[in-house]
Nanobody
Framework: QVQLVESGGDLVQPGGSLRLSCAAS????????MGWYRQAPGNGRELVARITNGGFTNYADSVKGRFTISRDNAKNTAYLQMNSLKPEDTAVYYCNAQIVQLTIRQIVANDYWGQGTQVTVSS
């Protein structure tokens, strides 16, 4: 079994910063990519940022230049540094990862999700 545990969500004023963390634990052979999605009330879940095991990153246009994703492969942990936060960044942020696992018969890669952490940007 694999668990993704997020932390770092909070209430912050516009222009402020937050750092989210996502730690993967369990039966892990490797992690192909880790990413962050967000979902605001009434909206669908959207990709915010993703980083591969090789360090390649991609971002939603709305967060480019403000958010930075990084990862510590030794700790199976991803981080999302969020600067210059805006009210429209308010959402539940979910960690997502594609985890490589060794089963009895084969190596498989499955997507896992965290439980979500609330980010609220308001004065």
């Amino acid at each position: 079994q694999v668990q993704l545990v997020e932390s770092g969500g909070d209430l912050v004023q516009p222009g402020g910063s937050l750092r989210l963390s996502c730690a993967a634990s369990g039966s892990i052979l490797g992690i192909n990519y880790m990413g962050w999605y967000r979902q605001a009330p009434g909206n669908g879940r959207e990709l915010v940022a993703r980083i591969t095991n090789g360090g390649f990153t991609n971002y939603a246009d709305s967060v480019k230049g403000r958010f930075t994703i990084s990862r510590d492969n030794a700790k199976n942990t991803a981080y999302l540094q969020m600067n210059s936060l805006k009210p429209e960044d308010t959402a539940v942020y979910y960690c997502n990862a594609q985890i490589v696992q060794l089963t009895i018969r084969q190596i498989v890669a499955n997507d896992y999700w965290g439980q979500g952490t609330q980010v609220t940007v308001s004065s």
